[in-house]
């Protein structure tokens, strides 16, 4: 069943219409979650492919501080070594991955720096 089936099935399909239109992410996700299709897929609805590993909200082009962490095993020699690739807002991350004795640091990533 396509997911506009699904929708309709639920009789959700109208409200779902108008919360895509209103850019209602919350709405979205509940439906979504309500006919057993992955809440995340809002953000791709919305046009924001990217989920921030630590909010769960979307990551727009707007957020020009956002972060691509690739993580893989500190161990593995492999050219070709097992990774897994993150999104995070730049805030999400600077919170949660406050470190014992450094932090990460905005300027680093900023796209303005990179211009000058
Ligand atoms: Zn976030």
């Not at 996700?29 to 953000?43: F, I, S």
């Not at 727009?60 to 161990?75: C, P, Q, V």
């Not at 690739?85 to 805030?91: E, L, P, Q, S, V």
């Not at 600077?94 to 990533?109: D, L, N, Q, S, V």
Request: charged share 25%; with cysteine; net charge negative.
């Amino acid at each position: 069943m396509t997911l506009n089936e699904r929708l309709f099935a639920a009789g959700l399909l109208p409200a779902f219409d108008e919360a895509l239109a209103s850019r209602d992410r919350v709405a979205l996700a509940e439906m979504l979650t309500a006919v057993d299709t992955n809440p995340g897929l809002a953000n791709a609805l919305l046009g924001e492919g990217y989920e921030c590993w630590f909010c769960g909200s979307g990551i727009s082009r707007e957020h020009t501080d956002a972060l691509h962490l690739g993580l893989s095993n500190l161990w593995n020699d492999a050219i070709a070594a097992p990774t897994q690739t993150i999104y995070a807002h730049f805030d999400c991350a600077h919170k949660r991955m406050r470190g014992a004795k450094m932090e990460i640091e905005r300027e680093t990533f900023s796209l303005d720096e990179a211009d000058t």
